[in-house]
């Protein structure tokens, strides 16, 4: 077994602490510190046990917050923070620098679809397809599409609002497996609800399957923590996709513009 040095001073309180110590007490630290290493090294090799629905339904009730409520609204850190405010006219980029930042994974989502060549609408797509997550989740691909829908194509919101859909269905030819994460989240044994099957099968059917799959497959490999990401790529394609009002996000009075306005005031009680 390889012992980080370092580390195992650190465990025992550091230098001046180890200087403090005798021969003996020096091996049997060493001894049970390997020890603990290699406990953890069995524990990591052992099959992960998923819990099922029920289990996760008995979880509601030791939380103070509901699950699908948008990140804006909750912290898992202690109390929420006092925000930003929103510029007057504030656009696209104000929202991802001030209500969805860090939006590390939906930038990670886009970057992967940019490299492997996927087309502007995905990449558009990409980059939005979980930012409604600020606001609500339950249902994130209607109500993300939504969100954006008066302002991008229609093949971006189309995959937008159905890559919700066929994230549960894997699909080998595309490169898609259904991910562990949901077994964490959902249970390993949930099935999802009927209309989610019977949406299924209409988009198996559409000639824009592929729009919201390609969202699903870029979605899927894009939580790595050490990526550095930045939405300085996308700048000239949201310039080109991105239909910017000029009354600024939430005040041009489009079907989502109440949407934009509770991300810019979720604190407002009523």
């Not at 691909?141 to 971006?156: N, R, V």
């Not at 559409?206 to 990526?227: G, I, Q, S």
Request: charged fraction near 25%; include cysteine.
């Amino acid at each position: 077994m390889e012992i980080d040095r370092r580390a195992f001073i650190a465990s025992l309180g550091g230098v001046a602490a180890v200087n403090l110590m005798d021969h003996e007490a020096k091996a049997d630290a060493l001894e049970h510190y390997m020890e603990e290493k290699l406990d953890a090294g069995v524990a990591a090799q052992q099959p992960e046990k998923f819990p099922t629905v029920a289990e996760i339904e008995a979880q509601i009730e030791t939380r103070p917050f509901r699950r699908g409520a948008g990140s804006v609204f909750t912290s898992s850190r202690g109390n929420v923070k006092i925000l930003e405010k929103m510029p007057d006219k504030p656009t696209l980029h104000d929202f991802f620098r001030l209500r969805f930042a860090p939006a590390n994974h939906v930038l990670q989502s886009a970057t992967r679809a940019m490299k492997t060549g996927m087309s502007e609408e995905i990449i558009l797509a990409c980059l939005l397809h979980d930012c409604v997550l600020s606001l609500i989740k339950p249902d994130h691909g209607w109500w993300g599409a939504q969100l954006f829908e008066p302002y991008i194509p229609e093949k971006s919101a189309f995959a937008i609002r159905y890559h919700q859909t066929l994230r549960f269905y894997a699909d080998d030819d595309a490169g898609y497996e259904y991910p562990d994460q949901y077994y964490r989240i959902f249970g390993h044994d949930y099935q999802p609800p009927q209309y989610i099957a019977d949406t299924y099968k209409m988009l198996k059917n559409h000639k824009w399957y592929m729009e919201p799959r390609l969202v699903t497959v870029n979605d899927l490999y894009a939580f790595d923590p050490n990526a550095k990401v930045s939405i300085d790529p996308f700048e000239d394609i949201i310039g080109r996709h991105f239909k910017q009002p000029k009354e600024g996000l939430g005040f041009d009075n489009s079907p989502s513009a109440h949407m934009w306005r509770t991300l810019s005031r979720p604190d407002q009680p009523l």
